[in-house]
């Protein structure tokens, strides 16, 4: 548990709003940051990233202090994320292979090191992000959530309301799906260079 | 321990959630196995891009303009915090030329609450109607609070008591406190800065 969150929520919880600012100072970027993987433009992600604090604030009264103020946090930004996403998308089929017509290839053979070591990691970073957001919200969430915003399984079950081992196995999938796409694209990369 | 087995662990690891055999056996099977080796660092790559994908910084000014945007909270407690400022003079000097005020505010029932539109008086009884919500906290002083709708805030009592009607609920922190001269003052207090308040802004 986060003693200088519960510090600053105590705070908050007074009325004190200079310790509110530094809450929304302090998770900003990261909100900021998760909207936009979530749902794929600044604009929208800008919105979410405020009306996510400003719900927090008109919320205070109901969070309790000794309860983990970040899950709680995620937890809002996700509900307004995957609602804005519901709304561009009325329908979305929560168990729709993750990659439309490729089935998990766990035996795929691996490529050994090679040029492509030297890819630039901005591109790869840039190829991974159009490969996160081509799945499910469910799953983008779980993987996004896990890596780079450092919640545990326990947080992330809590965040999303399910039970930790959907989390596991949502992250499992979405991990080999994704870990696959790298190789695969280093593999056409290495192809093209020969 | 087979590759299948090997490549699953593999994912625990990133999480933590391996037991220390089970690592060991992870550890002397990737030595034997260049392939699920080679699962383990395509893997890492993968794990360190996404970290990236978390770097990216929010637009200038977002805290400012998230603060702009807030709706002023007044709460017992921040009402004390603000004493403590430029404010402290000229209340205790209020106060000072106005004991009589203060002993009539002490001896009426008397509430203070975020909320106070939506709470009805009738003589000693403070009722908040069915379908209303108070979302603040809620001070009352004598008297008795009827809650047939919702009280969200934590409710402290001074000489007070509490009647909750069949569909009324309270879901926040209450608080009962014998009338000592310090809750005395206070109430009498958070009343004078209420009254203060109308006579600046002109509104009741
Ligand atoms: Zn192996």
């Known amino acids: 548990m986060d003693l200088v969150d519960q510090k600053l929520m105590q705070k908050a919880k007074r009325g004190d709003q200079a310790a509110f600012a530094e809450l929304v100072d302090k998770y900003g970027d990261k909100i900021y940051a998760y909207l936009y993987r979530m749902v794929g433009n600044r604009e929208d992600a800008l919105d979410l990233a405020q009306e996510t604090f400003l719900r927090i604030y008109s919320n205070l009264q109901n969070f309790k202090l000794g309860q983990p103020f970040k899950p709680w946090l995620y937890r809002i930004a996700t509900n307004l994320a995957i609602d804005l996403l519901r709304e561009r998308q009325p329908v979305i089929a929560l168990d729709a292979p993750l990659f439309a017509d490729e089935p998990l290839r766990l035996e795929l053979a691996e490529q050994g090191p090679g040029p492509a070591e030297q890819h630039e990691q901005a591109e790869l970073a840039a190829y991974l992000a159009q490969k996160v957001a081509e799945l499910p919200a469910n799953y983008r969430s779980v993987i996004l959530l896990r890596h780079g915003h450092d919640l545990s399984y326990q947080e992330i079950a809590e965040i999303l309301q399910v039970p930790v081992s959907t989390i596991k196995t949502r992250l499992f999938r979405a991990r080999e799906a994704l870990r696959l796409k790298l190789v695969e694209e280093r593999s056409l990369w290495e192809a093209e260079c020969k | ?204």
């Not at chain 2, 992870?26 to 893997?43: D, F, I, P, T």
């Not at chain 2, 106005?98 to 009884?125: K, Y």
């Not at chain 2, 069949?166 to 009498?188: F, I, Q, W």
């Open chain 2, 1 to 204: 321990m087979n590759c299948q087995d090997a490549r699953r662990l593999l994912h625990h690891v990133l999480d933590d959630d391996i037991t220390l055999p089970a690592k060991r056996q992870l550890e002397s099977h990737l030595q034997a196995c260049s392939s699920c080796r080679n699962v383990e660092s395509s893997l890492d790559r993968l794990t360190t891009a996404l970290e990236q994908l978390a770097d990216v910084s929010v637009p200038q000014g977002f805290t400012a303009h998230v603060m702009q945007q807030l709706q002023p909270v007044r709460t017992y407690t921040s009402f004390f915090s603000r004493m403590r400022g430029v404010c402290a003079a000229a209340l205790l000097f209020l106060l000072l030329a106005t004991p009589v005020f203060v002993w009539s505010t002490l001896s009426s029932p008397q509430l203070v609450a975020d909320d106070r539109q939506v709470i009805v008086q009738e003589g000693n009884r403070f009722i908040v109607p069915y379908g209303e919500v108070v979302k603040g906290d809620v001070i009352i002083y004598k008297g008795i609070l009827e809650i047939q709708g919702e009280v969200q805030g934590s409710i402290k009592t001074v000489d007070a008591s509490i009647e909750v009607g069949p569909n009324g609920s309270h879901s926040g922190v209450l608080r009962r406190v014998d009338a000592s001269p310090k809750a005395k003052l206070a109430v009498a207090l958070a009343e004078l800065w209420e009254n203060v308040k109308c006579l600046l802004t002109g509104n009741d």
